[in-house]
C-alpha cells in the first residue's frame, strides 16, 4: 500500500510517499522561516498564503523522485489539526480533492501523533508500549501509549510548551526565530551552576507541565546581569538544563507510575541533544531504551503524516468526503479519525 502524506499546520510545508513494504519514498520539506523571521513569530495568513504556493509543486517533485504516478496511490493522508486553522485548511483541501480526483480514501491525521510516530520510521522503531514525551512547539505532554491509537495523556503543559519556552526566551536574548535551536546551540558554550533556574512543578505530586516562569525568570536574570556574550550562554545553559530536568524528573515519574521503561521522544525539542543525553540516562537507570526519530523528522515533516495516515488506512478510518481542519483537538480523541 502507498500513501501520499501532506502537512501544512504551521510553517513547514511538508510532502512524503510511505509505502508499507517497501518504507519512505520520497519526502519534500520547504522551510518558512525566512518568511516569518522579522515578525518575530509565525504570521497565520502569511503561512497560509506560502502553504498554497509550495505545496504543489512539493507534491509533484515527491512523485517525480519516487517515479509514482497517480494510480500508485492507495490513499491521501493529510494534517486535520491541531495547527493554524487556515494553514490546515490549505493541506486538509488539496489532500481531500487529490484523493477524490484519484478515487482513493482521504485520511485526516493529528499532527501530534504524526510526531510520536515519527520514531517508526527509523532502522529499530520502538516497541509498544512506551512512554511518549511530546515536546513541540504547540504542545507538551506525557503520553502512555500501548498501540496506535491508544494514547493516554498522563500530563501536559498547563501553559507554554517546551518548544515555545525555548522560543521565548531566546527572544528576549535577541536570537532570531525559532529560537530554540539557537539557544541550544549558546547553552554549548554556557557555565554550569553560574545560574540555577527553578525545576517548575516538580515539588507537587502529578505530570503536569509548567514552562512559562522560566522565560520570566529568563527576563529577570538578564536584567540583573546583563546580555553580553558569556552571560547569554551561561542563561542559556541554566535554562535548558531546567527544562531538561524537569522533563527528566516527570518522565521517571511517569514510568514509575506505568511500569514502562520504553521512552520515545518526538517533536522539534527532541532535537535537543541535552534532553536526548538526559532521557538516555533515565532509561539506563530504569533498564529502558530510548528512541527518538532522525533530526529532520523532530520538526514538523510530511514523512510522519504519511506513516500515521498509513496505520489509519490500514485499520480503516478515513473520512467521508469532507475537508476536515480542526484547529483544537487532544490526542485522546482521535478515535475514529475525522468521523
Ligand atoms: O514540532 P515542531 O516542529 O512544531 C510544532 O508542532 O509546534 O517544533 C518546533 C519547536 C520550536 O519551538 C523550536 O524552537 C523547537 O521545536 N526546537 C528546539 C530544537 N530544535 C527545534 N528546541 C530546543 N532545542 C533544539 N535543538
Ligand atoms: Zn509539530
Known sequence: MRVLGIETSCDETGVA??????????????????????????????????????TIPLIQKAMSDANCRPEDFDGVAYTAGPGLVGALLVGAT?????????GVPAVPVHHMEGHLLAPMLEDTPPAFPFIAVLVSGGHTMMVEVHS????????????????????KTAKLMGLDYPGGPLLAKLAEKGTPGRFRFPRPMTDRPGLDMSFSGLKTFAANTIAANGNDEQTQ??????????VCDTLVIKCKRALQQSGLKRIVIAGGVSANQRLRQDLAELARKVGGDVYYPRTEFCTDNGAMIAYAGMQRLKNKEFSDLSVQATPRWPIDQLNPVGL
Do not use: T
Request: proline residues 1%; glycine residues 10%.
Open 17 to 54: 510517499i510511505y509505502d508499507d513494504e517497501q518504507g519512505l519514498l520520497a519526502h519534500q520539506l520547504y522551510s518558512q522561516i525566512k518568511l516569518h523571521a522579522d515578525y518575530g513569530g509565525v504570521v497565520p495568513e502569511l503561512a497560509s498564503r506560502d502553504h498554497v504556493k509550495k
Open 148 to 167: 496506535i491509537g491508544d494514547y493516554r495523556i498522563l500530563g501536559e503543559s498547563i501553559d507554554d510548551a517546551a518548544g515555545e519556552a525555548f522560543d
Open 233 to 242: 550562554a551561561d542563561i542559556a545553559y541554566a535554562f535548558q538544563e531546567a
Open 94 to 102: 488539496i489532500g481531500r480533492s487529490l484523493a477524490y480526483a484519484w
